[in-house]
Structure formats: structure tokens, C-alpha cells
């Protein structure tokens, strides 16, 4: 089963913003820590940024902080990611990720257990 799908990806010039949600079960969402993850062509996949339960908890990768915001709407149960000021380096397939506790480092892929199919930001300079 499917329990995480994201959406939001597509094409923007460098400079300009996408927001990213991620849907998740409701019983996942509130309790489960979230993270979104990259994956840039011949990259192997790395951690982005991070939310526990709650909200009041973030980790961010340094290479995007100060310019992405992760956040969750609880009233859809949606993990967001706005990504502002996009570069060229951002483009990538982003994935998001879950798990109830994960085993390493937040940023760490093998730390989580469920995950989305993923969708595609292109920024073209």
C-alpha cells in the first residue's frame, strides 16, 4: 500500500518558488517524524529537511536553509515543503519519507521505513 504521495513538483526558472505537499493517513501524520529527501541525477538520495510530531521540532539540510520551509497542514494532514529561491543545484526528484522512530540521523535514507513515489522539480537557469 501507498500510504505517502506527494505532489507539487514541476518546472521553475532559478529564483522562483514551489511548494511541495505531501498526503499522508491521518494515524501516520500526527505521530510519525516526516522528512523530505532528494535524489539529483547521479546523487544518491539525501535528506532535505525534517519535522517531529508536533511541529515545534525542524532539521533542515545546510544547502537549503534559510530558503526552504518545511511545515505540516494538520487540518488535511499534508507535509509541506516551500522551496524558495530555487537554484539550479535544487533540481531533483523529491521524495517524502516517514517513520514512527527512525533508526539514525534524520537525514540519513535508511532511517525511514515508508515512502512516496516521488515528484520532480526542475529549475532551469
Known amino acids: 500500500a501507498q500510504f505517502l504521495a506527494e505532489s507539487g513538483g514541476g518546472s521553475v526558472q532559478a529564483g522562483g518558488s514551489l511548494r511541495l505537499s505531501c498526503a499522508a493517513p491521518?494515524?501516520?501524520?500526527?505521530?510519525?517524524?516526516m522528512a523530505w529527501f532528494r535524489q539529483r541525477p547521479g546523487k544518491e538520495r539525501e535528506g532535505v529537511a525534517a519535522?517531529?510530531?508536533?511541529?515545534?521540532?525542524?532539521f533542515y539540510a545546510d544547502s537549503v536553509k534559510g530558503r526552504f520551509t518545511i511545515s505540516q497542514d494538520n487540518t488535511e494532514n499534508t507535509l509541506l515543503l516551500l522551496m524558495t529561491s530555487l537554484q539550479a543545484e535544487d533540481t531533483a526528484m523529491y521524495y517524502c519519507a516517514a517513520d514512527l522512530r527512525p533508526g539514525g540521523r534524520w537525514d540519513d535514507s535508511h532511517s525511514f521505513a515508508f515512502w512516496g513515489r516521488g515528484t520532480q522539480v526542475t529549475v532551469s537557469s
Open positions: 491521518e494515524s501516520m501524520f500526527s505521530r510519525y517524524v
Open positions: 519535522i517531529y510530531p508536533g511541529g515545534s521540532v525542524t
